[in-house]
């Protein structure tokens, strides 16, 4: 083989890895949301249209008087929809990729509560989530990354929405 057959034939090889595409919607990003979905879990819940029912804030275990906090984010139209205890919340949601969600602006009732100061920590967690990751039944909201103590843990409340 003549030299510069050879340089041709070296490039062809070097490009056809890189022809090939990848749906990023399907798979993790890298850095801070790598392990967004744990897929070996046997009972990984999906994200949408499942009720998720809050179980800690901030590392503390919950403890409302009134209905458990819950969050439902609506599959075919983006939306956010939940309890924050006694007052309901609605609002936009995005997820662009596995790993990344952002809440809001979410619009509440303005109910006079007896756990007012838990609900507004509910809601101002909701607001700085920027990260999630679900292990099994477990659905973990984080701020710029998945290090550390997540803003909220819900568990998956199968056949409720």
């Not at 756990?115 to 039944?137: C, M, S």
């Not at 990354?145 to 568990?155: E, H, I, M, R, S």
Request: with cysteine.
């Amino acid at each position: 083989m003549k030299p510069l057959a050879c340089l041709r034939w070296a490039a062809v090889v070097l490009l056809v890895p890189t022809a090939c595409s990848y749906d990023l919607a399907e798979r993790p990003t890298g850095g801070p949301v790598d392990a967004a979905v744990d897929n070996t879990a046997p009972t990984a819940a999906p994200l949408r249209d499942i009720r998720w029912e809050l179980s800690e804030l901030n590392g503390k275990p919950t403890a409302f008087t009134e209905q458990t906090p819950f969050l439902v984010l609506h599959d075919g139209r983006a939306r956010a929809e939940g309890r924050a205890g006694c007052n309901k919340f609605s609002g936009p949601y995005t997820a662009p990729v596995v790993g990344r969600l952002r809440l809001g602006p979410l619009a509440t009732t303005r109910s006079a509560c007896p756990d007012l100061p838990a609900e507004v920590a509910f809601l101002q967690a909701l607001n700085k989530a920027q990260h999630y990751r679900i292990r099994g039944n477990t659905l973990s909201l984080y701020p710029a990354d998945t290090l550390g103590v997540p803003l909220a843990q819900f568990q998956a409340a199968p056949g409720k929405k």
